[in-house]
């Protein structure tokens, strides 16, 4: 890994400090904003970005991404871009059908005919 | 991108001291049931697969003999199969589905992926590499028995009240939630098969990413390396979706939950007692997603076995190398975005419909490239007609029926008529059975010398081929005019009481006939197994005179520990048959440059 | 057994050492794993008028993620302690993450019952099936993990003596799986208590 003298690893040590703090004080506001009552779009898209900055933060510092080698990175690239697509695409199979739906909510675009 | 080959050398000198010391007085469980050497492991797998396919045809065979003789007692064995399955010796219908699910599961789970990954890619990856074993030879072995485990459960769960899983391979809620117990089973076989699956793709890559030998470059892979690579990222990235889905199956099924259940289902009168609000179309999309790159594993370790002996009995480099390799990157990455078209009738809208149908379409053009590659790389060969080129010659015309049979399947249009009829049924065969199965018998004809030391009857060997053929295609091909009459699948009396069935019911008997004839052709490859296994021509260390190293720098068998007396070190590509210089009409992949 | 390349020195065109390419390995599967349970709980949500949303412990969840959280600093804190050539500290700090971990699992089993004795079963509506189901395969990680760092700190130490640098590699490899059972719960904590 990089830093193989022992000022090297205090460095690190300090910067996983750093961000414990960081992500302690994100999680009070991952909390805080669910008290605000916002309508659900917003709601769920500042969740998922204050996740989401959590998520990289534990992921860049923690598990070294930030200077991993180029082979994870790109065994990462491709799993996200297919767990994108198995979050999108069956939602989007349940948004656009044809015909009359038997249950769950009615589609959002109009049936196709 | 090469390697210090000191490092190489160094660990492998390493490893003669140590085997010296430790390998004397090895237990027989230590050595040959729990050992982590991945030719022993790779022999468990293909052996064990092997029964399986056996097992698995034979589940069919009966399927056949109902069909051709509906109601008629089953000869031989039908009063055996006891009261449950087939009072009087004649097959129930419940019973008619549980042999179609677990032939279905038996074959794709338990035989099919198992020999070509489980067999193939662990005993010939280390050694087309250069490396003396797997990367993780521990988890190598867990692999194979937690695949043995997961088999077990399978067997085991003919043998429950209600009898084995019924509900297709599928498994499609809300048929399988109320199954009976048998449905349990196969899930929590599924989960170790899954599990078993995830261990050995992991390995693989790491092994094929960290051990090629010293030289070893990508470009200079076999064609083999590279489609078990791109098998085993297919494996560890679309499995998990259905391990998690097959969870909540079992969640469904056993704390009652509603994941796959809709509300207001009334099953023979009466509402069941589920909260509802669940989606079967859920259970549909988890399913296809790992399934369809599922066939994609299905199809590509053989092409990569189907190259490698057209290549050497053409005594020519392969043609299109390159565009082999990134067709199969290209197929691999596309088959995560084609699942649906399995469900083009499940009343998709237009719009995600069309998608489906061009990433299909899209995704025909690679496996087209590499046919046409294989195809062209004939051209020019001095070709030799051994048992193993029968089989890898055979593959081609025949996976080009299965592929070109597709294309209606693909288009929503055409499915909609083509959906769950013997069509399918005729498409997915052609390309598993005259595809991948002639694959894996091209393969085993090839390597048996390279493992066994011995080689098997070649008239034998042609025997088989030509009986197989033949009749394989007696088998299937009918059933494309059964799916185009449409006669639906998985009905236990093939299509009887419809019709629009009558015109094209004879060929029931046609068909099982020339399955009955497959079966006893293969007893001609299990006696020539056995037998040569002990009694064949023994073999030279390279007798089909092949470039790749895992015949030129291995010793006769048995291998040894650490595969190669000297780790080998790689100077050239794959393919360098009837190259200038050559003097056996080859030059190995490690043979050194000559000097001046 | 066969001497294997690689398993302590990465290999110097990848860059890696065996076991650090197989765990992200594992890990991009996992992702995919939780991943197909993230979408179908999207797909039941937005495809049921009547989805019903428990009111679950927050404060209780809330301090399940800090117990997490501050379990992944100790895991880092062990492996860099470990690269210190201090053991007595990696043992500190691994004990100190077991009990995080253990401390998860027993405000878990308080949450459970909780929910069991007001009647809330996953059988009751696909909100708890998905709660009960996504936080009881997380949990099952969580344990995974603890059976992991008992033998690093038991029985698997022994290898600080022989192999020093191998078990530094275990350490961190174990360290990216546990930050791993982090991050899903960083995503699991919004997602089941507050939306």
């Keep these: 890994m990089s830093g193989h003298s022992p000022e090297e690893i205090q460095a690190e040590v300090r910067t996983y400090l750093m961000v414990f703090g960081a992500l302690a004080v ?10 605000l009552d916002l309508s659900s779009g917003p709601a769920i898209t500042l969740a998922l970005i204050i996740a989401s900055i959590k998520g990289s933060l534990v992921a860049a510092y923690f598990m070294h991404l930030l200077d991993e080698r180029k082979l994870i990175y790109s065994i990462l690239l491709l799993t996200v871009a297919f767990f994108i697509v198995l979050m999108a695409v069956p939602a989007a199979t349940i948004a656009d059908t044809t015909g009359t739906v038997i249950h769950g909510a009615a589609p959002a675009a109009p049936a196709e005919h | 991108m090469s390697v210090p080959e000191e490092k190489f050398v160094e660990e492998a000198g390493h490893d003669d001291a140590h085997a010296h010391g430790e390998h004397h007085d090895e237990s027989f469980i230590w050595k040959y049931v729990f050992s982590t050497d991945h030719k022993v492991i790779g022999i468990q797998y293909g052996l064990t697969a092997l029964c399986f396919l056996l097992f698995g045809f034979c589940l069919m065979i009966m399927m056949r003999w109902q069909l051709a003789s509906p109601g008629a007692p089953i000869p031989f064995i039908g009063g055996f199969l006891g009261q449950a399955n087939a009072p009087g010796g004649i097959m129930l219908p419940e019973f008619y589905n549980q042999l179609g699910a677990m032939h279905g599961t038996i074959m794709v789970f338990l035989a099919i992926v198992p020999l070509i990954v489980g067999a193939f890619g662990n005993y010939l990856v280390p050694l087309q590499i250069g490396a003396p074993d797997m990367a993780f030879p521990k988890l190598n072995m867990a692999s194979y028995w937690v695949y043995f485990i997961g088999g077990v459960v399978m067997l085991v769960s003919f043998f429950l009240p209600g009898g084995a899983a019924n509900s297709g391979w599928t498994s499609y809620a809300p048929l399988s939630i109320i199954a009976t117990m048998g449905q349990t089973a196969w899930l929590i076989g599924m989960i170790f098969l899954i599990t078993s699956s995830l261990l050995g793709s992991t390995n693989i890559i790491v092994t094929i990413f960290q051990l090629r030998a010293p030289g070893m470059t990508w470009m200079r892979l076999p064609f083999f390396i590279w489609a078990q690579l791109v098998t085993s990222f297919l494996l560890v990235l679309a499995f998990p979706p259905l391990e998690a889905a097959g969870a909540m199956q079992l969640m469904d099924r056993l704390a009652g939950t509603s994941f796959f259940m809709p509300s207001g289902l009334y099953v023979s009168g009466q509402v069941l007692e589920y909260a509802g609000g669940g989606s079967v179309l859920l259970w549909q999309h988890l399913f296809w997603f790992l399934a369809h790159p599922e066939v994609y594993v299905l199809i590509l370790p053989a092409m990569g076995i189907v190259a490698e002996v057209i290549a050497n009995n053409t005594r020519k480099p392969l043609w299109g190398y390159k565009a082999l390799v990134y067709s199969s990157v290209f197929l691999g990455f596309t088959s995560f975005i084609v699942w649906a078209h399995h469900m083009f009738m499940t009343g998709m809208g237009t719009v995600i419909s069309a998608f489906f149908q061009t990433t299909t379409m899209i995704i025909s053009i690679p496996s087209v490239v590499i046919l046409t590659a294989m195809l062209i790389s004939l051209w020019g060969g001095s070709i030799r007609f051994n048992t193993p080129m029968l089989f ?58 390279k493992i066994t030391g011995r080689h098997m009857s070649e008239l034998l060997g042609k025997v088989h081929f030509w009986t197989s053929l033949v009749f394989i295609n007696g088998v299937f091909a009918p059933m494309f005019l059964q799916g185009l009459a449409g006669v639906s699948r998985r009905l236990y009396d093939g299509g009887a009481q419809y019709s629009h069935a009558q015109p094209v019911l004879h060929l029931n008997t046609f068909i099982s006939y020339s399955a009955f004839l497959l079966l006893a052709a293969q007893t001609v490859f299990i006696v020539n197994f056995v037998w040569s296994i002990f009694r064949g021509k023994r073999a030279t260390s390279n007798p089909w005179g092949a470039t790749t190293i895992e015949w030129t720098a291995t010793t006769s068998p048995p291998l040894g520990h650490g595969n190669f007396e000297t780790p080998p070190r790689v100077y050239r590509g794959p393919y360098d048959y009837s190259a200038p210089g050559a003097e056996d009409g080859f030059i190995a992949q490690d043979a050194a440059p000559q000097e001046g | 057994m066969v001497e294997i390349p690689y398993n302590v020195e990465p290999r110097p065109d990848t860059g890696l050492y065996n076991a650090k390419l197989g765990i992200w390995l594992f890990l991009a599967s996992e992702v995919m794993l939780f991943g197909a349970l993230f979408s179908a709980y999207i797909l039941l949500r937005s495809g049921d008028p009547n989805w019903y949303h428990a009111d679950l412990n927050v404060p209780m969840a809330t301090l399940n993620t800090m117990f997490l959280i501050t379990s992944s600093v100790t895991v880092v804190m062990a492996w860099a302690s470990l690269r210190l050539n201090d053991f007595a500290k990696f043992r500190l700090y691994g004990i100190v993450t077991f009990l995080l971990a253990s401390a998860f699992m027993v405000v878990k089993a308080i949450e459970y019952n909780e929910e069991f004795t007001h009647g809330l079963y996953p059988a009751t509506n696909n909100f708890m099936a998905v709660y009960f189901t996504m936080t009881g395969l997380h949990g099952l990680h969580v344990l995974g993990g603890m059976v992991v760092i008992g033998y690093l700190l038991g029985p698997g130490a022994k290898m600080w003596k022989t192999e020093p640098q191998r078990f530094t590699n275990r350490a961190e490899t174990f360290g990216l799986y546990w930050h791993f059972v982090d991050l899903v719960w960083i995503f699991l904590f919004p997602a089941l208590y507050l939306l």
Excluded: E, N
């Design chain 1, 26 to 35: 994100l999680t009070v506001v991952t909390v805080a904003v669910s008290y």
């Design chain 2, 392 to 449: 890898a010659l055979a593959f081609l015309p025949m996976f080009g029926i299965g592929g070109l049979t597709g294309l209606p399947l693909g288009l929503a249009p055409t499915d909609i008529h083509l959906h769950d009829t013997y069509y399918v049924i005729g498409h997915f065969h052609y390309v598993v059975a005259p595809g991948t199965i002639f694959g894996i018998f091209a393969g085993i004809y090839y390597w048996f010398p």
